[in-house]
């Protein structure tokens, strides 16, 4: 079998192609470049992928971790040669299940596979197992460890051992150990322990028959009493019974007619409430919160009337305070401005006497000073004229002296007459009176404004008592038109409520009273129904008669038992000729069985005495073949191998004495002995010969080693396809030239 082509939208890859050559093909690719993610798509395709699977911390499941990049649906084709033929397998979604779709059809027939299914596919290509090919055919970096498993260690210990795969150690063991256990095990199970079982019981049946015959007359009379009881039981019983159905039936006629009167009341309130329809329930409770509401208003509007009244008091009072002669009609700020210009109009008076008293003065003074000069000047010099000249100024300034007394006291009596207007001695009492004034202008203002205020929200209290009065009127007419007023509006609405709800109780008493009577029925009752009393009147109570009935009914049914067990034994034993001829035959076959399984144990220890030392040298062809390839890969460093029923690798050098565990190698030679053993498996155990995928396998081989890995790669690729897939260049360099090698870049 060999790949000729492979498509993959898987993981990373979208609508993606490889096409290997028949050998050997090189793949290169840089890390992430997609390398892994084919080798996984080609053991996908041919094994399916676990859709069972769940993510762990630190792990995704195949089904989540190769979903693809692109978001297109996971989806893939493989062509094969496979016999001689070619055909194409492809695997897509179906539903929601990824690699849920699959077929398998001859490439250019397109005819389907007999025989090939999805479950199938990879086992019948390969003719091994997902597990065996995973740890074999299946290379990865840092993945060469091989560790056996219950199938791959089947395989290589038949192999090793007969040459064919259809025997091992593990069968034959198995088969004894199944021969063995078919005749001694359990009870259950084995044949010794149920020959020993049936022997053991034909004795003891024998040791019976004697006793048998008395203890089945002793329960034939037990028996007969308690059927004589159960039936009087049975009686008395009844006679309960027939009591109750009596009761049950009474209480059923009063149930009836207690029905028929709830009936009877409902019909009547249906039709009181058809005669006078009535608004529904939600609308009537609205109605009666109008009317709710109403009283709220009419409370509203009586303490608004009577605030009103009390803020016209007081705005009388506060107007009446404003009254003041000294300020006629004025407002206060009136008042204030008035009261302002006569207190200036007073300083400026005041002022005004103040300097004509000084101008008075000085002149009065200046008139007699000028006076006494010319005087003296007369006298001394001038004569007459200077006396009758000091004469005339002095006149002149007296007579000014005395106009500027008399304006002062003319400016001084205004300014007194300004205070005494208003009846203060001041100016600053004169503002403070204008103040005060003022101040009561203002109260009386703020108490008018509030009684407007006020009046407006009673005005307005009282037009929506008026609507409401109205709108409530005009809701209850149709149902009550004689209601004038507000006490009978509630009245008819408490009279409508109260209909609806007597007729919700009346209808839920006729639907209890009726369910009442159908509970009866499912009891039994029937009514007119008369109960006759049989005989025996009941000497004990209902629930005591059934007790002691169930008492007997259980007792009965454990004697009728034990009786049919006993006669069922005594049908079952037989004569005591016949049973003792049966003990006997037991008894011989039970000594062959117990021959036989002493023998088989004999053949087990037989058979693991032969497979430890089987065990010991472990597969010499796997041990041969794998140090012929160590041989190779070593460049014949290491020419011999020792593997373990683990296949745990020792390797010893070509002149040493002890073999070298791999725990003790480089991790180069480690990886060349577990690709040897790869290699050597691959031979072994998988008979179809599918290619082989190594991914970075060889990528801790040093330069020499690596050309002869390479070297016997290529040799074995004449038989077996090969896919190498790597990020270095070495591989391409060593394998330059080298004939049927096809290279390939991702």
Request: aromatic share 6%; net charge negative; glycine share 8%.
């Amino acid at each position: 079998m060999r790949i000729k082509s492979m498509t993959a939208t898987f993981g990373k890859l979208d609508h993606a192609r490889l096409e290997p050559g028949p050998g050997l093909t090189l793949i290169h690719a840089p890390n992430e470049g997609g390398k892994s993610t084919w080798a996984a798509f080609w053991r996908t395709m041919l094994y399916g992928i676990d859709t069972r699977g769940r993510d762990k911390k630190g792990y995704l499941a195949d089904k989540n971790h190769y979903q693809p990049w692109s978001g297109a649906p996971m989806e893939g084709e493989i062509t094969l040669e496979y016999e001689g033929r070619d055909i194409t397998i492809r695997r897509g979604p179906r539903g929601n299940t990824p690699f849920g779709a699959f077929s398998a059809v001859y490439t250019g027939t397109q005819e389907p596979v007999p025989g090939l299914t999805a479950s199938n596919c990879g086992e019948l290509l390969t003719g091994v197992g997902a597990e065996v090919f995973s740890r074999s055919a299946f290379l990865g970096d840092g993945n060469l460890s091989l560790t056996t498993a219950p199938e791959l260690e089947r395989r290589i210990a038949a192999l090793v051992t007969s040459g064919e795969e259809d025997v091992s150690f593990s069968q034959a063991m198995d088969r004894l150990k199944s021969w063995k256990n078919r005749r001694q095990v359990n009870k259950s199970v084995g044949e010794i322990p149920k020959l020993e079982g049936e022997l053991a019981q034909i004795r003891e049946s024998l040791d019976q028959l004697g006793a048998v015959a008395a203890q089945t007359a002793q329960l034939e009379g037990e028996r007969a009493a308690l059927v004589r009881d159960q039936e009087e039981l049975s009686r008395q019983l009844e006679a309960h019974r027939a009591i109750a159905r009596q009761k049950l039936s009474d209480r059923y006629a009063q149930a009836e007619e207690e029905f028929q009167s709830a009936r009877r009341q409902l019909d009547q309130l249906e039709a009181e409430r058809a005669a006078h329809p009535v608004p529904d329930r939600e609308a009537l409770k609205q109605a009666q919160g109008e009317l709710q509401y109403l009283k709220v208003l009419e409370e509203e509007i009586k303490q608004g009337s009577a605030a009103l009244e009390e803020r016209k008091e007081t705005a009388a009072q506060a107007k009446e305070a404003v009254r003041d002669e000294r300020f006629p009609n004025m407002t206060g700020e009136e008042a204030a401005a008035k009261a302002a210009a006569d207190c200036a109009g007073h300083q400026i008076a005041s002022e005004n006497s103040k300097r004509l008293k000084k101008w008075h003065l000085f002149l009065h003074f200046l008139g007699v000073l000028g006076f006494t000069a010319l005087v003296f000047l007369g006298i001394s010099q001038m004569g007459p004229l200077f006396i009758g000249l000091g004469g005339g100024f002095y006149i002149l300034l007296v007579s000014v002296s005395l106009w500027a007394l008399f304006r002062g006291k003319t400016a001084k009596k205004q300014a007194e007459e300004i205070l005494n207007r208003y009846g203060v001695q001041t100016p600053e009492e004169l503002t403070a009176l204008a103040q005060g004034y003022r101040e009561r202008c203002q109260a009386a203002d703020k108490a008018a404004h509030e009684v407007e205020v006020i009046q407006n929200a009673v005005t307005q209290r009282e037009a929506k008592r008026e609507a409401a009065r109205a709108g409530l009127l005009d809701f209850v007419h149709p149902f009550a038109p004689e209601v004038k007023d507000m006490f009978g509006c509630s009245a008819a609405l408490s009279r409508a409520l109260s209909i609806d709800h007597d007729l919700a109780l009346a209808r839920e008493r006729a639907e209890e009273r009726r369910r009442r009577l159908d509970d009866l029925a499912a009891q039994g009752a029937k009514p007119g129904e008369e109960a006759t009393l049989p005989l025996p009147v009941p000497t004990a109570g209902l629930e005591e008669t059934e007790r002691a009935l169930a008492r007997t009914g259980e007792q009965l049914e454990q004697i009728t038992a034990q009786l049919n067990q006993v006669r069922g034994t005594l049908q079952a034993m037989g004569d005591p000729a016949a049973l003792s001829a049966q003990a006997e035959r037991l008894e011989e076959k039970l000594a062959r069985r117990r021959l036989e399984c002493d023998a088989l144990t004999a053949a087990m220890d037989a058979l693991t005495q032969a497979n430890a030392q089987l065990q010991e040298r472990f597969s010499p062809e796997l041990n041969r073949l794998t140090g012929q390839y160590m041989a190779r890969l070593t460049q014949e460093k290491y020419p011999a191998v020792t593997l373990t029923r683990e296949l745990e690798g020792f390797v010893r050098t070509a002149d040493g004495v002890l073999p070298r565990a791999a725990l003790y190698l480089s991790r180069g030679t480690a990886d060349q002995l577990y690709l040897a053993l790869r290699l050597a498996v691959c031979q072994l155990c998988l008979p179809e010969k599918p290619p082989i995928l190594l991914d970075d396998a060889l990528a801790s081989f040093d330069d020499s080693r690596l050309e002869a890995a390479l070297e016997l790669l290529w040799e074995l690729s004449g038989e077996q396809q090969l896919l190498l897939f790597t990020c270095q260049k070495r591989e391409g360099e060593v394998l330059a030239g080298t004939p049927g090698v096809t290279k390939l870049t991702l």
